[in-house]
C-alpha cells in the first residue's frame, strides 16, 4: 500500500512538473511588464538608452524562455518574430542616449 501511494505521488508530482514547465504565463507577464517599462521609459524626458537596453535583455530572456518551453508551432513562429521585432528594438535603441 505505501509503495503504490509513492508510485502515485511521484507520478503526480512528475504530472506537475510538466505542466508547469509548460506553462508560459509567468513569462508573458513579465514580458508584458518590460514592455510597460520600455512605454514609461519612452515618456520621460531623461537619457534612457543603456535603461531601455536592459529591457531588452530581459525581454530577450522572456521571448527565449516562452521558445523553450512551447509545443506548438504558432507559438514557436511568434517567439521567431519577436526575436525579429526585438533585434529592431535593439538596433533602434543604440542610437538613443
Known amino acids: ?3 503504490t501511494a ?10 506537475t512538473r510538466r505542466v508547469a514547465r ?13 514592455v510597460s517599462a520600455c512605454v514609461s521609459a519612452l515618456r520621460e524626458q531623461v537619457p534612457v538608452g ?3 537596453g536592459f529591457l531588452g535583455q530581459e525581454m530577450l530572456r522572456e521571448i527565449n524562455t516562452v521558445g523553450s518551453k512551447a509545443n506548438d508551432a504558432a507559438i514557436a ?10 533585434e ?8 538613443i542616449e
Open 1 to 3: 500500500m505505501a509503495v
Open 6 to 15: 509513492l508510485v502515485s505521488a511521484a507520478a503526480v508530482w512528475t504530472a
Open 22 to 34: 509548460l506553462d508560459i504565463s509567468e513569462e508573458l507577464t513579465r514580458l508584458d511588464t518590460h
Open 50 to 52: 543603456r535603461r531601455l
Open 77 to 86: 513562429q511568434a517567439v521567431i518574430d519577436m526575436k525579429g521585432e526585438l
Open 88 to 95: 529592431k528594438f535593439r538596433e533602434q535603441i543604440e542610437n
